[in-house]
């Protein structure tokens, strides 16, 4: 069926970095592309950007620039994001979801911690 | 960059209608999608286009669109409705959530 499948936790200390998958099946990956979405513990969605999975294109968020990186492996249906130079506050659930929102991952909590 | 603008949240009684509303100017010209999110589960898109219902989504969910505002409509809220529910909308490559609203049916 559809859906979109992220990897597990993780616990990351300051200064460290991350990587969070969102693998796709049950339609044409390239077809549609991906947003990120950030939500901080007891906050409300934040959208982080998306990115063009036919062209590999990247738009970021005002707030989500230099740190953060979205990249694609369309081999295996595969969209990435990575976060580097972790801080404290980059503690939350990172969720993917599809081109129009109608199709979610069910999120990965990051915690950075020491 | 725009904002849009949510109550913070919205109490009614089981079997009454609440009405959950979002502002921004960017309204006025973009179509706005509304989500509900459960504690610890991924948001679920309910309305898109202001106004059209995706499959499998009950028919007591409804939005509709004023000028500078649209409205979330769930005529007669149930228990299980009971959530955060948030707007977004979108306007070149800026894209923007409401800040959401927690819903209370009881």
């Known amino acids: 069926q559809v859906q979109l499948v992220q990897s597990g936790s993780e616990l990351k200390k300051p200064g460290a970095s991350v990587k969070v998958s969102c693998k796709a099946s049950?339609?044409?990956?390239?077809?549609?592309?991906m947003n990120w979405v950030r939500q901080a513990p007891g906050q409300g969605l934040e959208w982080m950007g998306w990115?063009?999975?036919?062209?590999?294109?990247?738009t970021y968020a005002q707030d989500f620039t230099g740190r953060f990186v979205f990249s694609l492996d369309t081999s295996v249906s595969t969209a990435y994001l990575q976060i580097s130079s972790l801080k404290a506050e980059d503690t939350a659930v990172y969720y993917c979801?599809?081109?129009?929102?109608?199709?979610w991952g069910r999120g990965t909590l990051v915690t950075v911690s020491s | 960059s725009y904002e849009l603008t949510q109550p913070s949240s919205v109490s009614v009684s089981p079997g009454q209608t609440a009405r959950i509303t979002c502002s921004g100017d960017?309204?006025?010209?973009?179509?706005a999608r509304w989500f509900q999110q459960k504690p610890g589960q991924a948001p679920v898109l309910v309305i898109y286009?202001?106004?059209e219902r995706p499959s499998g989504i009950p028919e007591r969910f409804s939005g509709s669109s004023s000028g500078t505002t649209v409205t979330l409509t769930i005529s007669g809220a149930q228990v299980d409705d009971e959530a955060d529910y948030y707007c977004y909308s979108a306007a070149d490559n800026n894209r923007v959530f409401g800040g959401g609203t927690k819903l209370t049916v009881l």
């Open positions: 990115i063009n999975t036919n062209t590999g294109n990247p």
């Open positions: 286009k202001d106004s």
């Open positions: 049950g339609y044409t990956f390239t077809n549609y592309g």
């Open positions: 979801a599809g081109e129009d929102f109608d199709l």
């Open positions: 960017v309204l006025a010209k973009k179509y």
